[in-house]
Nanobody, 115 residues
């Protein structure tokens, strides 16, 4: 079973960038499609980016062209590079399989975009 730990969040101003990291345990990490999800206060959790085991990516329309997801199967990591951040990106960000596993949700990492 894969477990994850997210990191890299913080408080930034509009237009700035952040790089989120997800460290996954488990010897079969490379067979999973992985996703970055986010949940803003009062809103449902949403998938913002996913990457297949072989690196095919897909993005939510709201982040397309600004966020880049990548993975390193040798290091069991998934990264989300977030550029041109705006206040609507403020949320708690999680990584998980896609479709998500109920037992894999970590603590998440908070991203706050505010001037």
């Amino acid at each position: 079973q894969v477990q994850v730990v997210e990191s890299g969040g913080g408080l930034v101003q509009p237009g700035e960038s952040l790089r989120l990291s997800c460290a996954a345990s488990g010897s079969i990490f490379s067979i999973y499609a992985m996703g970055w999800f986010r949940q803003a206060p009062g809103k449902q959790r949403e998938l913002v980016a996913r990457i297949s085991p072989v690196g095919i990516t897909r993005y939510a329309d709201s982040v397309k062209g600004r966020f880049i997801i990548s993975r390193d199967n040798g290091k069991n990591t998934v990264t989300l590079q977030m550029n041109s951040l705006n206040p609507e990106d403020t949320a708690l960000y999680y990584c998980n399989e896609d479709p998500p596993s109920a037992t894999m949700w970590g603590q998440g990492t908070q991203v706050t975009v505010s001037s």
